[in-house]
C-alpha cells in the first residue's frame, strides 16, 4: 500500500490530493508484470480501465488501413495511458504493446468513477490533464501538417528529451531504447528518412549518437529545423 501511495502522488492526476484520499484510489488499483512484446489491449476493444506504467515502457500506436504501425506516444514509468476511456463507454482508440519488461498498474473505469463521485477535486484534476493531452495531440496534428520531416524528427527528439531525458555537462541525454523504425513511426516517415536526418543532425553538431544514447549539444539550433 506505502509504494501505491508513492507511486499516486507521482501522478499528475493525483497530485495534490490528501493522502487519506489516495487510499481509496490505491486499494481499487490491480498490479500486473508482463514482458516484453505483450499486448494490454487492441485498438478497437471495449475500453475498461485505465492504466499506468510503474515499470518498463509501453508503446502506443495505431495502425493505418495499409497495416503501417504509427506510434502516438511511449509511456514509462509515471505515465498514465488510455484515459480517454474515463467517463465514456468507449473502446481504445490505440493498441497498447510493451515494449520492454513491465508492471502495470490498471483501474476499471465503474471502480474509479465510484472514488470520484465521493472527491470532485481528483475529478476535476484528471479533466485538466485529459484537457492538456488534447492539447498535445492537436499540437502534434499542427506537427504533421506544417512540418516536414527535418522539422517533426527534430520536434520529436526535443519533445522526447524534455519528458524522459536528463541534463548533462555535454547536453540533453536521450535513452533512446526504442529502434529506428519506432523512431520512424512517431515522427511519420520511413526508417532510411529518420536514419538521414540523425546523421545530418549529427554532421552539423547539432546531436551525438553514442549506440542507444542521442545527446542534444544545441537544442536552440535544432529548434531552427522546426517551422
Known amino acids: 500500500m506505502i509504494e501505491r501511495l508513492e507511486f499516486l502522488k507521482k501522478i499528475s ?16 488499483m490491480i498490479e500486473r508484470t508482463y514482458r516484453r512484446g505483450h499486448i494490454l489491449f487492441m485498438e478497437g ?8 506504467v510503474m515499470e518498463g515502457k509501453v508503446k502506443i500506436y495505431k495502425t493505418s488501413e495499409d497495416g503501417r504501425e504509427h506510434i502516438l506516444y511511449i509511456a514509462t514509468p509515471g505515465d498514465i495511458f488510455a484515459e480517454v476511456i474515463l467517463f ?3 473502446n481504445y482508440p490505440a493498441t497498447a504493446e510493451v515494449l520492454e519488461d513491465a508492471r502495470i498498474a490498471f483501474i476499471r473505469n465503474e471502480d474509479l468513477e465510484k472514488v470520484l463521485k465521493d472527491h470532485p477535486a481528483m475529478a476535476v484534476a484528471i479533466i485538466k490533464v485529459l484537457n492538456k493531452r488534447l492539447m498535445d495531440a492537436q499540437q502534434r496534428v499542427k506537427s504533421l501538417a506544417l512540418n516536414n520531416t527535418h522539422g517533426r524528427t527534430a520536434q520529436m527528439l526535443l519533445k522526447m528529451a524534455a519528458e524522459h531525458g536528463k541534463r548533462t555537462e555535454r547536453g540533453l541525454e536521450l535513452d533512446l531504447s526504442i529502434s529506428r523504425q519506432e523512431l520512424a513511426n512517431m515522427v511519420g516517415t520511413t526508417r532510411e528518412t529518420v ?5 545530418a543532425f549529427k554532421k552539423y553538431k547539432l546531436i551525438e549518437i553514442e549506440r542507444n544514447i542521442i545527446r542534444i549539444t544545441q537544442p536552440e539550433k535544432l529548434k531552427e529545423w522546426i517551422t
Do not use: Q
Not at 536514419?195 to 546523421?199: A, E, K, N, S, Y
Open 13 to 28: 492526476y493525483f497530485s495534490g490530493i490528501e493522502k487519506e484520499n489516495l487510499k481509496d484510489i490505491a486499494e481499487i
Open 45 to 52: 476493444e471495449y475500453g475498461e480501465a485505465v492504466h499506468f
Open 88 to 90: 465514456n463507454e468507449v
Open 195 to 199: 536514419t538521414r536526418i540523425l546523421m
